[in-house]
Structures are given as C-alpha cells and as structure tokens.
C-alpha cells in the first residue's frame, strides 16, 4: 500500500515557502487596520514639534510670517481644500493675502508639497516639490502655502517670442540675436524681472516666459539681478550652456590670476561684458559734490578690487582690504564717465523721473548722478552694486546698497532680493562672446570648442537714457544756472585748479581795517559763498558773505564769486577759508539763504542770515536748509 500513494512529505524549502506565504498575506491584513493609527500617530508627533520640517527643509522659510506650514490630519481633503482654508484664515487675521485663488496659487508654483512616508532627511534625497494641479491627501502629508508670493507684472509688458527690431508685435520685443544652429540667443532682459525661478513663483521668470514660448529646453547660464536689464545670454542647447559656463569660469580664473596688473589680456579672454550705470553723488564731510565726480574720473582706466564676505544673505557685505583668505576677490574697472547731472533747479525733473515722483525715495544726500561704465572682469553676486557703493557711489534706485530709500521696511526673512522702490539704473550694455565650433566625440556625442570667430552686441541706450537727454536739451534754456548746476567740469577744473578750497594762507601783517564788508550782496536770485577769515597771530575769526551774478564776478560758478573776496581777505593778512555756498535771493528788501555749491559744499545758512541781519538790519533775512534746492 505504501508504494501506491504518492508520498506526503515535502521538501523543507516548500516549507518554508508556505509559511512565508501565510505570514504575508497575515500581515497586510493586519496592516490595513494599523496603517490609519501609524499615520495618526506620525501626525501628532510631526505636530508636537515647533518646525516638523526643518530638518529637511532648512531654516530658511522656518518663521516667515509670509509662508504656512499645513500637515493633513484628515483623509479625504485635497490640496485646494487645505490651500482655500489657508488663505481663509490669514484673511480673518488680517495677514496680508495673495488675491489669487487656491488653484491660481498652485499654478504660479507657490505650493509645495511632500507626502507623508518621505523621509524628512535631505540626504537620502526626499525634499518637497512644487504642487500645480489639484490632488487627493493623505493623513500626514506636508504642504508649504507661500500665501503672499512676490509677483513681477513686468512680464507681461513684454512679447517674449519677439526681436527687439520688430515693429509689428503690440508690445516690445526682447530676442536681440538668435543662432538655433549653435543654441544661443542674446536678449535684452527688461528691468524688475528675475532671470530664474523664485521659491514662491516659478511662472514669472525670465527662463520660463521663454520656454513657454519657444516650446524647447530653456537655461540661462548667465544671470543678471533681478533689477538689473540689459544684454542676457539664454541656451537653448545643453551643450551650449556647459560651453558658456567654461567660458565663465575660465574668464574669472584668468582674471585672478592676472590681478596684480593693471592690464587685461583679452586676447586669453573669451567673454567681454560692460554694464553702464547711474550712481549717485553725495555731498559729506570728506569731499564736496566736485571732488566725488573728479575722484571717480581719475579712477578711469583703474581696475577696483574689493573682497566680498561668503554668504547666501543680501546686501553683500564688501570691503577694501581683508587679511580673510575665505572672501572672494572682486575686480572691475571704470572705463568711462559722464559729465555730472544736478538733481535741483530744473533737475528736480530728472530726480522724478529717475526715483518716484516726487523722488519721495531720492537719498536726501544725493544732490548729483553721473553715469559710469564700467568692465566687469570677474563674476560675483551683486558685485558692481556692492563694489560702488563701498566707494561711496551707491546705483540710483538701490534700496539694498543705499542708491534708494525703501518705501517700506523689508518685512520677509526670505527675501534674497526684494523689490526696489524705483527702478534700478544698472544695464548689461555690451556683450562679447567666442562663438563655438561643434566637434563630435567619439561617442557620437557633440561638445563644443572656442573659435577665433567673436559675437558682439552693445545697447547703446538704457531706460533713464531718455531723461538725461530731456536734461540735456534744457541746456540753453536755463542758461546760466545750467552751468552753474555743472555738467560740463572741465571749465570748473580750470577754476579750481587756480581757486583752492584749501585755505590761502599770507604772510602780510594782520590789518583789520583793511578787511571787506562783511555783507555784500548783489539783487536777484545769485551764487555766494560764505568765507572765514582768521587772524594769524590771534586765531580770532571773521566771518564774510558775498552774493553775486556771473557779469559781476566774472563767470558762472562759485569760485568765481569767492575769487575777489579770498584775495581781498588776504591782502589785509588774514588766513581766508572758503566754508560752503549756495544762492541768495535777495530784493532789496528781503534775502532767502538756501542751495548748496558743487565746489564748496553747502554753506551753513543760518550763519550767513544771521550775517547779514547783524551787519544790514535793513534787510528781512531768512534761510531754507531744504534738500533739493539750488
């Protein structure tokens, strides 16, 4: 009987395998009814910590009152369920709230998600991503709500997919050049938009406006600020872009390597880059208008070298001598200036135009702006705007490095680069490049290699171009005062070179009743300057004021006015100063002390009226210390 039926015994392995089997199919029934506690308790502990995220999304965002942080305890809600009850309720707190919607939100790329089983460890390469479209949750998982997201409408002022030279499109186009073959274009970049993505919004950016209208692979292996305009290279090719970023790297390294020399050989060079720029003068105890202006045209020609502190935070931190070797090297060098553009009298028009009507953000301390332009020899955030303003030459416009008051304090601990409240006078206006020859490797794969072959682009006009012409066409108009607001310094150079500010010192012997009035002034709305006499024997001080036109004392500018009166003062023996200036308008009657003179500095007002109460009773004065006025 035995040897009819088929043995019951089964080898040890099948064995095995069935229990397997029957603990399996045990344990995710069992897991079916524990999976919904686990997830419920994975939320209450995620809640009991006062950032469950941050170990794997960093402090960066942690307590911007500008971002909620949402964990799903429920099932059955969606995203724009739990983004819609976000905005809910920072409206009833009466935070400040985005005017889109929940979807709208989602789309702009302000909404972050991650699900509730991903590991909360950036190392093991689970980090949140950008949730566009309604979807399902999950008890437990995590959502980031960017509920007030910085929005640039510039981009819509714009047609992305136009040339700049196409008068067709309804709005301006910004394609300067186009090689599809290699995988390049050049576009001049409009001011107030950013070139990359921005955590809170990934739609209104350089690189996406294009790639939605050019419908291919879009990569900006250069960057500008996000203020800043001007010539933009853009790759439509990956191999291009790694080309373009050698040619970045190498052009910095070659910079450092030869920045003991005043020279720069361009010809080891293959990328070329001038941005032109507006910056502000400002009058301070150091150095008048005059001598600002002067001290950066003697710096033309000059390679600049600051050293920038390392830090992902904005402003930069830059400085002219570091023992440091951690911060970075930043060199540039000013290879043109302007002539000098006066923001009072009728330049009061061009502060308008250049900061907000009534240039309420203007720096008090700015009475002047002169163009620059400048070469940039290496690569650094924020370089020229930190390099300038370290010099005491901050960019019109910018809030962060003193060239712009903020209409607001900046509120947002996320803000790398936060609007400015005018816009930013600083564009890319030339752009050379190597162009690329396409080799083929051995792989089949295709790479590229520099050519003897160079492509050029210049900008010959920037945004606040068109108001400096406007100053300049009123030149005629104003006659007098124009020059004397000074824009054309070479005939002031003459003067100074021949008129000191330094004090004239004599060797006379002191004669007090040689001395000039104290007061002299002259009818109309005229120049003076306000002068200290010292005795030099005594150290005892006069003081003096004279006022007058340009056919009385010989020409337009204060040191023609102070010439007379200094020589006069001396020839009596006595050690004449020129202290400051500004005009005075007086009628015979009545003399209103107010400006400032690019020469001397702004004169102390109160003294001189004071001056000519005390010496002329006769005359009703007063003065006006008002930024502004010239």
């Given amino acids: 009987m035995k040897g009819c039926f088929p043995s019951t015994k089964r080898p040890i392995s099948h064995s095995i395998v069935t229990l397997l089997m029957i603990l399996f199919g045990y344990s995710r029934r069992c897991w079916s009814f524990v999976r919904p506690f686990c997830q419920q308790q994975h939320v209450r502990f995620l809640s009991q910590q006062v950032n469950p995220t941050l170990e794997w999304k960093g402090a960066a965002h942690s307590t911007s009152g500008f971002v909620s942080h949402v964990l799903v305890e429920e099932k059955g809600s969606t995203s ?48 949140p991503v950008r949730l566009f479209e309604d979807r399902e949750l999950q008890p437990g998982d995590y959502l980031r709500v960017h509920h007030n997201p910085r929005r640039f409408p510039a ?16 709005k301006p186009g910004i394609i300067v050049a186009r090689n599809t073959t290699m995988g390049w274009m050049v576009i001049d970049k409009p001011p107030n938009v950013p070139v990359h993505m921005t955590v809170d919004n990934s739609r209104e950016n350089v690189a996406s406006c294009l790639e939605e209208v050019l419908c291919s692979y879009v990569t900006t292996p250069q960057r500008l600020d996000q203020n800043t305009s001007g010539l933009l290279v853009v790759s439509t090719s990956k191999v291009f872009a790694n080309y373009y970023a050698d040619l970045l790297r190498h052009k910095t390294a070659l910079q450092l390597e030869l920045n003991q020399t005043q020279d720069t050989e361009h010809s080891r060079d293959y990328i070329h880059k001038k941005y032109r720029c507006l910056v502000c ?30 830090s992902i935070r904005a402003p930069k931190h830059f400085v002219a001598q570091t023992t440091d070797s951690t911060w970075l090297e ?5 290879t043109g200036t302007s002539d000098v553009y006066a923001l009072v009298g009728h330049g009061q028009e061009l502060a308008n135009n250049l900061w907000s009507c009534p240039a309420e953000d203007r720096p008090p301390s700015c009475q002047a702006v002169i163009e620059l332009e400048i070469e940039l020899l290496t690569g650094r955030t924020h370089q020229v705007r930190g390099q300038l303003s370290a010099m005491g030459f901050p960019i019109v416009g910018d809030t962060q490095y003193g060239g712009a008051i903020p209409k607001n304090a900046p509120l947002r601990s996320d803000i790398v680069d936060y609007q400015a409240s005018a816009q930013l006078a600083l564009q890319c206006c030339a752009l050379e490049f190597a162009d ?38 009123n030149k005629e108009a104003d006659g007098g005062s124009r020059m004397g607001a000074t824009t054309n310094l070479t005939e002031e150079n003459k003067l100074e070179q021949t008129i000191s500010v330094s004090p004239v010192q ?79 308008d007086y009628n015979g009657a009545k003399a209103l002390v107010y400006g400032f003179s690019y020469g001397f500095g702004k004169g102390d007002h109160a003294k001189a009226a004071e001056l000519i109460q005390t010496f002329q009773p ?12 010239y």
């Avoid at 983004?83 to 909404?111: F, H, P």
């Avoid at 006499?533 to 500018?557: N, R």
């Avoid at 006769?618 to 210390?625: E, G, K, L, Q």
């Fill in 80 to 127: 724009f369920e739990q983004v819609s009850q976000v905005l809910t309720e920072r409206k009833n707190a009466n935070d400040t709230v985005t005017d889109l919607n929940a979807l709208e939100l989602m789309r702009l790329g302000a909404v972050w998600f991650l699900p509730f089983d991903a590991p909360r460890d950036p190392a093991k390469g689970i980090k």
């Fill in 618 to 629: 006769d005359i009703d004065a007063t003065f006006d210390n008002t930024d502004g006025l």
């Fill in 281 to 310: 003068l400002r009058e301070d105890d150091s150095r008048s208008i005059l001598e600002a202006a002067r001290e950066l045209q003697q710096l033309r020609g000059s390679i600049v070298r600051h050293y920038l502190e390392p």
């Fill in 506 to 584: 004599t060797t006379k012997r002191p004669r007090p009743e040689l001395l000039p009035p104290r007061v002299s002034l002259s009818k109309g709305a005229n120049k003076y300057v306000l002068i200290r006499a010292t005795h030099p024997l005594t150290d005892t001080v006069e003081w003096f004021v004279k006022s007058a036109a340009p056919s009385e004392s010989g020409g337009p500018y204060h040191g023609n006015v102070a010439q007379d009166l200094r020589e006069w003062i001396a020839a009596a023996g006595y050690t004449a100063e020129v202290t400051g200036g500004g005009r005075i």
């Fill in 155 to 170: 981009v819509q002022k714009y047609d992305w997919s136009a040339f700049k030279s196409d008068v067709s499109s309804d």
């Fill in 330 to 334: 930043c060199l540039l060098r000013i």
């Fill in 436 to 473: 690329p020859d396409i080799v083929e490797k051995s792989d089949g794969t295709e790479s590229m290699r520099r050519s003897r072959r160079w492509n050029s682009f210049y900008l010959d006009a920037a945004w606040w171009t068109p108001f400096l012409r406007a100053y300049d066409s």
